[in-house]
């Protein structure tokens, strides 16, 4: 078996963006999710096991920081409003979060899935 470091090296820049499109990080064409989360097992184009590239937290707490750093500043600016217009100001933004959120998440799992392909890290063994 080839150690990982004898490997061709892989585009870390063109896995992302392929993985921020929800691609296949190898080919570009299929998808890396069968459902809104889910992972594909394989790639429906090239057939490259995208599905064995675990993400874990990693999407969820980028997905966090991002909509935190988007988000929190509109809480200061109604900060010295009225109760009526802060309360208004909360629901809007509360709706913002869980949209940005619900947008955000799955490219964070193809950004992740994208970065351990390019990364080998996937194909590490112990030992
Ligand atoms: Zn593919």
Redo the contacts with the bound molecule.
Sequence with gaps: MTPIRDLPRRDAWLAVRRGLGLL?P??G??KILAGYLKPAEQ?S??G?AVGELRADDGPAWATILLVGHLVSPAFFVFVTSDAETGFRAFLFIAAGVIAATLLILPRMKGLFVGLIWASRAGEAKPG
Aim: overall charge neutral.
């Design positions: 296949c190898a080919c064409k299929g790639c184009s090239c490259e």
